[in-house]
């Protein structure tokens, strides 16, 4: 068989074996263990020593998916470092990076060339073998996980100098880890290779770094001249991660080259020359956003089949030896990024309350930490194997504790926005209307009359004076706070409908979500750019400015569904159902024998919409929108022991 078609097998397998995975490894994220684990997990799996879907043969010929992968991690790196976004905290993040970097590779390196008698591989190295070894353990004990943050960020919605500072540090880190290893990494092929470190090497070793900044500046051009083409994203995203392959195509070159005609090799730092692209994209031009755009979506892909590749490489034979030696290991990067951190905090005049914690949003590991064990492994190939075997263990290790760490953190300075938790229904139907003008009086009335409590808030003092309905609840306050909230008992309220501008609407609206949890937001939206700051917190947003259209688009289109829908019908309505009654629970659509003129619109279980039908078994907590007669509704919801959540 030709080389080419065993690759090619060897890569059709591993793709089915990685699309399965990927389902599967998201039974992780239903006991709170983040992604990247579970497709570890499947590696390891699916590998040569358990279940031999991807066997030996197959981990070394498709070693150019690691190629690919650990360009696009670089370029993932380097579009995180935003200027922009971290000038406000950079004394702050000089320090903290400073305290992480020195003290933790320090601590880390000095430690593992102490315990070298105790780790199996290292204990029959010469003294300079382990030194190599102790410096690059003690350069992946500093990489943090760029990804990993942000992920806990968004899910918390966190926003605050300490999260600031912690986004900064671990996206500078990453940069400069990098730096870091490719100084550590010559440095360690020097002792390895028995050559001394002379001046010739540091002036060869400053030269390789400043030809990899230079090819990282021509990366950048050559990414924003794909970026600026009128082609289609699939097309640039191929043409990205080709890119990034053709940077390590160039670095074997160069290797090579110098190899045969030279009397020393040059290296240049794929990593380095990647994150150096990305980071002039991203600040110096136009085309963040789409580079964004770009990596986010072909991101789970490239991870999933690195990760899962990884996780196939690693040796289990060596991990049941070292696996008292990982967890130690574990507990020495954790007692240098304390020390690092506090030493950071300190020199940068940082609160005590952010110092005593300024260590857990930095422990997590991921994407880069397993590409530097993954380069150590390919390159020294008598003990890098058992060397990545045993980091990579420590970095599964750190990627399941640190993500609870980091947000644990959070919540202790109070930068957390996470949804409050929904009072239960009280048998009242409460909705408050901030704003006071001819529309927010007339949905007043009209949820009035469909037996709902209304209340509108008003900073128009002299409301009273200017002819406001005496008939409606209407109050005054000065401002929107959690004191006003309080007198509104809004607390107990369904639904809140905001008529005020932007500004004040997200302000409420942010209000609500972080301390009441209340179940439906809805926003009368001003402008458009707005939309996305509002669809976070979940709200219903009406955009003024396309409802008219579309509500007539549809009313010529299919207007008897229209009038149906909006009850417009004469003595018809519709209703949201909670299934509270166990009786229910198990039952099909069809068995629920409905009155004739009732029609069932949807079915919403744990937030999203399923596709229902007479064979649909209900389950408790499940929400089903019918529409029918307001006499049919009133008589159905009593089966679900009266609980309404709305009417429309």
Same mark, same amino acid.
């Given at each position: ?316 034979? #060596? ?5 008292? #030696? ?128 209304? *209340? ?113 019908? *004469? ?26 003129? #009732? ?50």
């Amino acid at each position: 068989m030709e080389p080419y078609q065993e690759i090619l097998i060897y890569l059709i397998g591993f793709l089915i074996v990685t699309i399965a995975s990927m389902k599967i490894a998201r039974v992780f994220l239903t006991v709170k263990l983040p992604l990247i684990t579970g497709m570890l997990v499947m590696g390891i799996i699916a590998g040569p020593f358990i279940g031999k879907l991807i066997p030996f043969e197959a981990v070394t010929k498709l070693g150019f998916i690691n190629d690919f992968s650990l360009a696009f991690i670089a370029f993932a790196a380097g579009a995180e470092l935003y200027l922009k976004e971290l000038r406000s905290r950079l004394n702050s993040i000089k320090w903290m990076t400073f305290g992480q970097l020195v003290v933790t590779f320090v601590i880390g390196s000095v430690v593992i060339f102490l315990m070298a008698n105790y780790i199996p591989f290292m204990q029959s190295m010469n003294t300079e073998t382990k030194v190599a070894v102790a410096i690059l353990a003690g350069t992946i004990f500093v990489a943090r996980s760029p990804s990993s943050a942000i992920a806990v960020i968004n899910e918390m919605r966190a926003k605050g100098p300490f999260t600031q500072t912690a986004l900064g540090v671990t996206v500078v880190k990453d940069v400069l880890v990098i730096i870091l290893f490719a100084v550590c990494f010559a440095t360690a092929e020097a002792l390895v290779m028995g050559k001394s470190l002379r001046l010739g090497f540091i002036v060869l070793l400053a030269t390789e770094i400043s030809f990899s900044c230079v090819s990282g500046l021509i990366v950048g051009k050559i990414l924003q001249l794909i970026l600026y083409l009128k082609i289609h994203s699939y097309i640039k995203t191929v043409f990205i991660l080709g890119t990034g392959y053709a940077v390590y195509l160039f670095s074997y070159l160069i290797k090579d080259l110098s190899h045969q005609y030279l009397p020393f090799e040059v290296y240049l730092e794929p990593l380095l020359i990647c994150i150096i692209g990305s980071f002039i994209v991203t600040n110096y031009t136009n085309h963040r956003p789409e580079f964004l755009k770009i990596l986010n979506k072909i991101g789970p892909r490239v991870y999933a089949a690195f990760f899962i590749l990884t996780g196939a490489s690693m040796s289990l034979d #060596i991990l049941v030896e070292v696996w008292a #030696i990982a967890l130690g290991l574990f507990f020495v990067r954790m007692v240098g990024m304390v020390i690092g951190s506090f030493t950071g905090g300190i020199l940068a005049g940082d609160p005590m309350k952010y110092n005593k914690i300024g260590w857990m949003p930095y422990v997590t590991q991921a994407g880069v930490s397993l590409g530097l064990a993954t380069i150590v492994a390919t390159r020294f190939p008598y003990w890098g194997p058992q060397f990545a075997t045993v980091m990579i263990a420590v970095i599964v290790l750190n990627q399941i504790v640190g993500p609870p760490l980091f947000k644990w953190s959070i919540q202790i300075v109070g930068e957390g926005r996470t949804k409050a938790n929904t009072q239960a229904f009280d048998g009242i139907r409460d909705a408050i209307i901030f704003g006071l003008e001819d529309q927010s009086i007339a949905l007043a009335r009209q949820l009035s009359d469909n037996g709902w409590e209304v *209340k509108i808030a008003t900073r128009m003092k002299n409301f009273e004076e200017l002819g406001a309905p005496q008939d409606l609840d209407i109050r005054y306050f000065p401002n929107f706070d959690l004191n006003a909230f309080e007198e509104l008992d809004a607390r107990l309220a369904e639904a809140m409908v905001m008529m005020l501008t932007d500004e004040d609407n997200y302000e409420i609206c942010e209000l609500a979500y972080q301390n009441l949890g209340t179940k439906d937001l809805v926003v009368r939206l001003n402008d458009r750019n707005n939309f996305d700051k509002f669809h976070e917190l979940n709200a219903k947003i009406v955009d003024p400015s396309t409802a008219i259209v579309s509500l007539l688009d549809h009313f010529v289109r299919s207007p008897q569904a229209t009038s149906l829908l909006l009850g417009m019908e *004469k003595d018809q309505d519709t209703i949201d159902l909670e299934v509270l009654s166990r009786d229910l629970h198990g039952i099909t659509l069809r068995e629920l024998r409905l009155p004739s003129d #009732i029609i069932i619109l949807s079915v919403t279980r744990g937030g999203q919409m399923i596709i229902s039908h007479g064979f649909t078994r209900l389950r408790l907590g499940d929400v089903v929108t019918m529409v029918g007669s307001s006499e049919s509704l009133r008589n159905v919801s009593l089966r679900f022991e009266e609980r309404l959540v709305t009417i429309q």
